[in-house]
């Protein structure tokens, strides 16, 4: 790990590949019950075909707008 990285929490013996729905995927084929969500950032689980469209979408528009300006869609919300 660089020593550039805050080293917030001791890293754990596994590398995941991909997600899909609730469960992660090890580079060494182990699945796992993801209990941690991404430390809160995935509730909605991984690769949901919903989400992932949304953001594939919003991002073909605009990635980001600071909250410094009007933002239609967020308005909306």
Request: hydrophobic fraction near 45%.
């Amino acid at each position: 790990v660089s020593s550039a990285l805050v080293q917030n929490y001791a890293r754990i013996d596994v590398a995941f590949e991909r997600g899909e729905g609730a469960y992660l995927f090890a580079d060494d084929g182990r699945r796992f019950l993801d209990f941690a969500s991404g430390i809160g950032v995935t509730c909605l689980g991984h690769a949901h075909p919903a989400v992932t469209k949304a953001l594939k979408d919003q991002a073909d528009r605009l990635w980001h707008v600071s909250n410094l300006y009007h933002i239609h869609s967020q308005a909306r919300l």
